[in-house]
């Protein structure tokens, strides 16, 4: 009985939140939904503006001195949760990058920060002394890490100012963003880099390895979750709820852990696209975007991925790859550190132990550091950037359009 009253609810759900968002289609709904146009933008500006101190900030005793004679010093573009918690901290373990520089809406924060790190008073800029950091030559990189809205902004005004970028994931909201970006990057003869840290995490490298080993056999199925439950808030107090920073749900900042999975552990692009989008009705959280997207992917191998992500579940970070031989399952899959992944092939399990992964952090500031040294390749660049966004654009149109939708090599719809 409690099943049955819970399914009923929750099918009602479904039925009234379909004609909120024109871009969530509903399984209640009787045809095709409208498209991706005449969405209405966020309630937040988009615009950077300074924000106060993230909680349970721990600054360092004593500022951090480079590690090398040719690190190349960072200039850090939003100072929030993020940065504050988990990569400024992260620059000491780095063995050639540094933070040469600030900016920051907030002066007392950026005061703050700025003493404990050690940088200058004249290396600290705010949003609208931004442009001088073109003539600061301790500055070669601006690492950002603002909202997703306000990427492409400050990308585009980094590469003006002559200087490399290190954006943070998701690229940006819209392909178009992504192009412009790439385009600014070629312009200004700078490199350009995607944070996707866990392409420098031991276990996601050691599983990419396995998968190119074949350490399942052929792959049948690949499943990812990725969720959590946002806690109480508006569009307006959280950036992420907020369709003109944060995108159209939890796909862009939380399931592209699970796109870029499916994608590196199968080693393909997918050939069909079929995803279900969910809003909730009268919760504050989700008036400008889903709070639910699930998506299945179908490769050329026959190969077939699900993926789940939602920002109002309980809290859940997994992969798994089951092949015709053994299954591959980590679990968490992708978070900041405590990986945790196992293979089960004939019978027999192996549980790997491949040591710290918060090596991830550092390990990508020196992957763009070397680049610019050494000119090396840089294995996250622009262009898988832009590849996912182009995913993310045909999951939410197939989650809009009620049907699947074939897809080009390089990420993009077919006519
Ligand atoms: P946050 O809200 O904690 O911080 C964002 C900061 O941006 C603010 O503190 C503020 O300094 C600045 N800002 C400027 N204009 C703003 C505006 N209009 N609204 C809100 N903030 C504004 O967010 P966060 O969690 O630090 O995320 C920042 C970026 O880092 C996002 O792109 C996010 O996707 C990315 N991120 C990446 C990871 C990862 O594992 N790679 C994890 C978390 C966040």
Redesign the pocket.
Known sequence: MVHHAASRRHFLQLAAGASALPWVASCASAGPAETLEGETPGS?????????M?RGVRLPDTPPQPRSADSVGFAVI???????H?MMPRFTRSRRAHIAALV???AE?AATIGAAYGVPEDARYS?DSFDEIAADDRIEAVY????????AEWAEKAFAAGKHVLC???MAMDPAECQRMIDASERAGRKLMI???CHFEPYNLRAMELMREDAVGDIRLIRTDQHYNAGPATPAT???LSRA?GGRGPL??YGIYGVQSALYLSGEMPKLIGARAFQPAGDPRFTEIAAYVGTMMQFPSGAVAQLSTSYDAAGSNRALVRGVGGTLTMDPATN?DGIEMSLRTGGATEDFQLGDSTVQFAAQLDHLADAIRDGTQIKTPGEMGLRDIRLMTAIYTAAAENRLIAMNPDGTMKA
């Open positions: 937040h500006e988009v615009r950077a503006i300074g924000q106060p993230p939003g100072l929030g949760g993020y940065a504050l988990q920051s809406g907030n924060k949003y950002i890490v603002l909202p997703t809205g306000l990427h943070e994931k998701p944070a996707y840290r959280n950036w992420r920073l862009e900042d900041y």
